[in-house]
């Protein structure tokens, strides 16, 4: 059973553009979401999180929104740049004692094209 | 600051052979963990370390065993490879539970043939 779940699975998006990612989770227990950017042959490295006591975080050009309600998150990408290509994993955990697991999506291959 | 450094980065196994995957943090993190990425299928959970001497089992442990002699050092074991652990090997460290601002390693490309 897949606990969240995140689209597309590839995204191409001219230079300039938004690059939108989304991820729906079923576990109402998560409470950490956090979005993670991976380069070929690199590590995953934190890009932003967020808590659910709020809707949205921005850092920079990314911004993620929190929808609690419908169990749904995403990442957007603001004035996406070349350099932003890259595999984006959503994932969520439950940060109390007892629970150690990120749940991660199975990714989103973004291209930003010139 | 080094982070989190995975040894080796490459390896290539005959099936049956065994080997250790080696994790070193420098961050003083308690909680460490073992991934494994294959394509399409994001990042899975084999063990984690929630301290020195503590080692459990996470989403996909079969056939891997870890071991957490040191705070710093988080040991990733194939008894006896199988093409099917063909993979790349994430190792990651964090300061708080649930994986709360985790690093991670560079990674380890396994190929069993």
């Known amino acids: 059973q897949q606990q969240v779940k995140q689209s597309p699975q590839s995204l191409i998006v001219q230079k300039g553009g938004i690059s939108i990612i989304n991820c729906a989770y079923e576990n109402t227990a998560f409470d950490y979401f956090p979005w993670y950017q991976q380069f070929p042959g690199k590590g995953p490295a934190l890009l932003i999180a967020?808590?659910?006591?709020?809707s949205e975080k921005k850092e920079g050009r990314f911004t993620i929104s929190f929808n609690k309600s419908a169990k749904q998150f995403s990442l957007h990408i603001m004035d996406s740049q070349p350099g932003d290509s890259a595999t984006y994993f959503c994932?969520?955990?439950?940060?109390?004692?007892?629970?150690?697991?990120?749940?991660f999506g199975k990714g989103t291959k973004l291209s930003v094209i010139p | 600051n080094a982070g989190v450094t995975q040894t080796p980065k490459f390896r290539v196994l005959k099936t049956g052979q065994s080997m250790t995957l080696l994790c070193a943090q420098d961050m003083n993190h308690e909680y460490m963990y073992w991934y494994r990425q294959d394509p399409g299928m994001g990042l899975r959970l084999i063990h984690y370390s929630v301290g020195e001497g503590t080692t459990a089992k996470g989403e996909v442990p079969d056939g891997y065993n870890v071991s957490r002699l040191k705070k710093q050092n988080f040991l990733l074991g194939l008894e006896s490879a199988a093409p099917s652990q063909t993979s790349v090997y994430f190792c990651?460290?964090?300061?708080?539970?649930?994986?709360?601002?985790?690093?991670f390693g560079q990674g380890t490309r396994l190929t069993v043939v």
């Open positions: 967020i808590r659910p006591d709020v």
């Open positions: 994932a969520a955990s439950v940060t109390g004692a007892g629970s150690y697991q990120l749940t």
């Open positions: 990651a460290s964090s300061y708080f539970s649930g994986g709360t601002e985790a690093f």
